[in-house]
């Protein structure tokens, strides 16, 4: 493949699951990547599936066949691997599936609930700009032809808009330089990375990305131990997946502690990386032998957390950055309309 851009969580859940239904169906893997090569449209997708499909005929492994495309995570990949060798691939993409698509609905969540108040800001900023470059200039000569002047509070807006227009070159430059740290951010992978790695230690969201990397592990845990997997190995690969250092040594502890002779509940709840509700759950589960499936729910409930969270706070911050941003317009406005207002009514 010329292509080594990594596929999106929503790509990946995709693939999962198709591939899940066509296992499912008793059909082999050379044959479902054959009929997923018939019904798909795009170029891209059709070059990935076919690098897929040419490796699986000639009867290497699905597993070897994925790996050769270089389109999928490690995860992926070590899952994919332990399905084959333990004979539960088919619920292996199942749960793969599941999985990224909770990952995508955690992203499509975030990505809906900063969109609008970026947006109002924007439009505020630009309107704030207006006000300072444009309309307080034109008040200013309404204010000379009737003999008069602007206040201390009207003028100090009058000599911002002055100097933002007199380095209006300078402030492009600065906008440019925001757009291309934005891009790196949000775009390349080691800003991604930086951006992630901020987020965990700014007060403001660091809770929330703890419930993130909560789910996560649940989430991987379910997957990992429905797919026949003991807890001791499964700790070792969920490690991997959680991006999270807090998480990460929580879960070394967790290790540690069944080293050390403690059960996969004890050490869970000795470990901290549950509520103390959550912890109990698991230590029911773990007697029952249903495992797998509350840790399933308990990925569930920190995703519905998760969701909570968001909006929760852009309900605080939309009305306040709308408070904020008009007061500051009205602030401009009256600053220039009630002198205005005083002189004219004295002529009148």
Known sequence: MKSVKMLTNHEI????EQTALILNAGITPAEGIAIMLSDTKTSEGRELLNAIYEVVRKGDTFHTAVVSVGVFPDYVLHMISIGEESGRLDDV?????????REQNISDSIRNAVRYPFIMIGMMVIVILVLLTRV??????VFQQLGSEMNSISKSFLNMGLALSRYSSIIVVLLLIFLVLFYFLTRTTKGKE????FLLVFPFTKGFHEKIA???FASGMSLMIGSGMDTFTSLEYVSRLVDHKSMQRKIALCRKMIEDGSNFAEALAGASIFSHLYSRMVSVA????NLDSVMEKIA?????ETDDKIYSIISILEPTLVIILSLIVGLILLSVILPLMGIMSSIG
Do not use: D, W
Not at 194 to 197: G, P, Y
């Open 136 to 141: 307080l200039p034109i008040f200013n000569q």
């Open 93 to 101: 993409m199942n749960s793969l599936a599941s999985y990224y698509e």
């Open 286 to 289: 773990f007697k029952t032998g």
């Open 214 to 216: 909560s789910g996560r």
């Open 194 to 197: 930086l951006f992630h790695s």
């Open 300 to 304: 569930v409930h920190y995703e519905k």
């Open 13 to 16: 859940a995709s693939f999962c």
